[in-house]
């Protein structure tokens, strides 16, 4: 079984950054990838960003490209998700998952971590 932990979500004015954290316990040898994703209300979830832990691939939704920078550090199990130049429409629910590939499916989920984004 493997835990996944989110943090690090708030709020924050448009154009400004948060940093999301996920960590990561358990059979994590279960995943060979990480991902994140989001869901705001009235809305279905969505893909965000990925990321390998072998080799450290991304993986981007096009949305996000240029704004969001996915990371990992496997001595710690932790994965990061910088998320800068917010708009309003990035208001959700972020949640992290983990998966055995690329792109899915993903079998383990946190508990998710809310950003909002108003002024």
């Known amino acids: 079984q493997v835990q996944l932990v989110e943090s690090g979500g708030g709020l924050v004015q448009p154009g400004g950054s948060l940093r999301l954290s996920c960590a990561a316990s358990g059979r994590t040898v279960s995943n060979s990838v990480m991902g994140w994703f989001r869901q705001a209300p009235g809305k279905e979830r969505e893909f965000v960003a990925a990321i390998t832990w072998a080799g450290g691939y991304t993986y981007y939704a096009d949305f996000v490209k240029g704004r969001f920078t996915i990371s990992r550090d496997s001595a710690k199990n932790a994965v990061y998700l910088q998320m800068n130049s917010l708009k309003p429409e990035d208001t959700a629910n972020y949640y992290c998952?983990?998966?055995?590939?690329?792109?899915?499916?993903?079998?383990?989920w946190g508990q998710g971590t809310q950003v909002t984004v108003s002024s």
């Open positions: 998952a983990g998966g055995t590939g690329y792109p899915g499916p993903y079998y383990y």
